[in-house]
């Protein structure tokens, strides 16, 4: 069974760039859709974005100019990047796997805690 | 954006009781609809997707209905373990989006 592990820092400050890494373990990151999924404490869930294993992506309008989403397939990664932070990016960001490019996310990591602050 | 919104916010129900969550959107889905269960601490569990069909390992007594902007969410005879927080997902329209919750709690 496939499973997704978040890793990166869990500060980061204002302005600064957010960086992290969804390493998948127990299966291929070939033939699907990769996904970055944020929740603010308290509050609902956010899609970000996705990147599928070729390299193709998209992203939320409302993130689109400070997003980027990569892909390493040899080392079966993928990572999110999010320029010019603020507080209101402080969230839990998941990543999260999609058979394709609008279904549901079957599977997910257990989410990290970023915190925006100086 | 399609705009998700679910119903009611908290639902206050009785273990061995049946609970209806409700999703509705600003547009028609079609049937591209999910449900999620989320735990505190926990990230969120696919429940039901194409708005009615269960995923692997969900028990029977999770159901999904509904088509076009109107969907519904049964849990029948709640277990201890399915007091919750549940979302619903619309992935007919980019950007993708989520309702804002229902959380389940104990009466």
């Known amino acids: 069974q496939v499973q997704l592990q978040e890793s990166g820092p869990g500060l980061v400050k204002p302005s600064e760039t957010l960086s992290l890494t969804c390493t998948v373990s127990?299966?291929?990151?070939?033939?699907?859709?990769w996904n970055w999924i944020r929740q603010p404490p308290g509050k609902g869930l956010e899609w970000i974005g996705y990147?599928?294993?070729?390299?193709?992506?998209n992203y939320n309008p409302s993130l689109k100019s400070r997003v980027a989403i990569l892909v390493d397939t040899s080392k079966n990664q993928f990572s999110l990047k999010l320029s010019s932070v603020t507080a209101a990016d402080t969230a839990v960001y998941y990543c999260?796997?999609?058979?394709?490019?609008?279904?549901?996310?079957?599977?997910w990591g257990q989410g990290t805690l970023v915190t925006v602050s100086s | 954006e399609i705009v998700v919104t679910q119903s009611p916010a908290t639902l206050s129900v009785s273990p061995g009781e049946s609970a209806t969550l409700s999703c509705r959107a600003s547009?028609?889905?079609?049937?591209?609809l999910a449900w999620y269960q989320q735990k505190p601490g926990q990230a969120p569990r696919l429940l039901i997707y194409?708005?009615?069909t269960r995923a692997t390992g969900i028990p029977a007594r999770f159901s999904g209905s509904g088509s076009g902007t109107d969907f519904t969410l049964t849990i029948s005879s709640l277990q201890s373990e399915d007091f919750a927080v549940y979302y619903c997902?619309?992935?007919?329209?980019?950007?993708?989006?989520f309702g804002g919750g229902t959380k389940v709690e104990i009466k």
């Open positions: 999260a796997r999609a058979r394709s490019a609008m279904v549901d996310f079957d599977s």
């Open positions: 127990g299966g291929s990151i070939n033939n699907y859709y």
């Open positions: 990147i599928f294993y070729s390299g193709s992506t």
């Open positions: 547009q028609s889905l079609i049937r591209n």
């Open positions: 194409g708005a009615s």
């Open positions: 997902h619309q992935y007919n329209d980019w950007p993708l989006t």
